[in-house]
């Protein structure tokens, strides 16, 4: 009697935000996971920063431009906390729809800002709350850092399912932390291709996509890469100046889905052209492609090298008593 491996179909978005508003883009999220789930699809994955959209101000002008332009203050007001009636709302949509989510946002938590994935189950519980360890280069002006903590895969009836950002997906000891724990579905959530493109070829389209293909091969797993579009509606809000058009156009979405031999699972879309991508995919596969290079099995040699990992959460305040304390309270008992 055969084993029977998950086969499911999956839907990787491709689709510009409600840019700058956090309701109006929770609603188009919400039209997407229904339509994801009416077609099928078991899990769905946003971009990076979906909600409520990537901060292109950061690569147009100087911080004071955007401070200037108000950029600054509404992108910290239209970001998503996780405690928000909008995040209730999201999580509502999830269950309702019957589908995972993997959902990309900017995160706000007190005065901080964080480039964040949460992976919600269909029964709208949170399995994960991620963030990205290290913003790049001019993302560090607007987010702050996650810790080892958000390097996890997760298990689920799905398979077990991880979750990177942007060029997370390139640093070496980011996956190998990754393939350490069997990944077989990795969401390599990506913001969009068209700002920067004629200028920094390792910003285009197809460094990244390239990026997404080897991480399959490489991890033995399949791999989704939803990414966003600039609409015209942003081009013609961050744009003042011929400058800055010439920095940027519209278009840039470049989503795809790879198997664990880094084949493409789907055809993808014109660059400027929003929908679903979706695929069917068969864990099953994993097993044949990890018969040639499992990373971190047959194929790893821990005797010349290995990652050392912090997997702890990071927080800025550690509670401790003094020893004194510690007497004093022991004195402070009712006696028996």
Known sequence: MGITHPKYKVAVVQAAPVWLDLDGTVDKCIQLINEAAEKGCKLIAFPETFIPGYPWHIW??????????????????????YDSPQAEKLRQAVKAAGITASLGLSERSGGSLYIAQWLIGPDGETISQRRKLRPTHSE??????GDGSDLKVHDTPLGRVGELSC?????SLNKYAMYSQHEQVHIAAWPSFST??????????EVNNAVSKVYAVE????????????????????????????????????????????SPLAEKLPEDAEGLLIAKIDLGMIGVAKNAMDP?????????????????????????????????????????
Not at 140 to 145: E, K, S
Request: charged fraction near 20%; charge should be negative; include cysteine.
């Open 60 to 81: 147009m002008g100087a911080p004071a431009w955007a401070i200037g332009r108000g950029f600054v203050q509404r992108y910290f007001d239209n970001s998503l906390s």
């Open 140 to 145: 560090r002006t607007v987010f702050g850092d």
């Open 196 to 205: 920067y493109e004629p200028f920094a070829h390792a910003l285009g389209w």
């Open 296 to 336: 971190v099995g047959h194929y790893a040699r821990p005797d010349v090298h290995r990652l050392l990992l912090n997997r702890k959460k990071g927080s800025p305040v550690e509670h401790f008593s003094l020893p004194v304390d510690a007497v004093d309270a022991q004195e402070n008992l009712p006696a028996n």
């Open 219 to 262: 991890g033995g797993c399949f791999v989704l890469a939803p990414c966003a579009i600039i609409s015209k509606a942003m081009v013609d809000e961050l744009c003042d100046t011929p400058d800055k058009h010439a920095l940027t156009h519209v278009g840039g979405g470049h989503a795809v889905i790879y198997g664990p031999d880094g």
């Open 167 to 171: 060029w997370e997906n390139i640093l």
